[in-house]
């Protein structure tokens, strides 16, 4: 290391944020999963897990950007 290197610290009141549990992953995990399985199977099947990909999507994005500018 050189002599010179000024140590890495972190700022003056800076604080790590985890966002709080959210259901909406796992329900996008299960809209991808039955879209999957509608490509197989029915047609009828791949419509809802678009739907709910669409939905899960949109919801987790909605609640994200509610947590970003509450924190802002």
Not at 31 to 47: D, N, Q
């Amino acid at each position: 290391m050189a002599e010179d290197a000024e140590p890495v610290t972190e700022g003056h009141g800076s604080e790590d944020h985890l966002p709080g549990p959210s259901f909406w992953p796992a329900m996008l995990a299960v809209g991808v999963a039955m879209s999957l399985v509608g490509t197989i199977t029915k047609y009828e099947v791949l419509i809802i897990g678009l739907i709910i990909v669409v939905v899960a999507l949109g919801g987790w994005i909605r609640s994200a950007s509610r947590e970003y500018h509450r924190l802002s």
